[in-house]
């Protein structure tokens, strides 16, 4: 608490102090002392506490920034590939021709799940 400062240096300051304010005024001064720590802590908290809620926002600025710009930049992508993969002269196809359902394999034991083979050791 008090650094470098060993038991002998702070009791020399106490008595010091002792002889210097007196033993009536030095509990009255040891409380104002206290108060006045005691209101300096708190206001460096509150300081340190609304920095870091300032800092905290404009974090929040610079990310909600960075991540609208990489939404635009994916749709802009998307749009770009979309455009090439359909080649400039393509139109796109129309609703009518589009199946509503995805298109089925030709092969329909492909997705069948074979059965373990049975035992024939059995008693």
Known sequence: MF???????IMIILVIALIVFG???????????????GEFRRATNDLRN????????????????ERRRAEEDYSRRAAEE?????????EAPAAE???DEPPV???????AVESPPEDTNRQ
Do not use: C, I, Y
């Open 50 to 65: 609304t920095l870091e809620l300032e800092v905290h926002k404009e974090e929040e600025k610079v990310n909600s920034g």
């Open 3 to 9: 650094g470098s400062m060993g038991w002998q240096e």
């Open 82 to 90: 979309g455009r090439s993969e359909r080649g400039s002269d393509a």
């Open 105 to 111: 394999a030709a092969d329909d034991d492909a997705d």
């Open 23 to 37: 033993p009536r005024k030095l509990p009255q001064l040891g409380r104002t002392l206290g108060k006045a720590l």
């Open 97 to 99: 021709d589009t199946p």
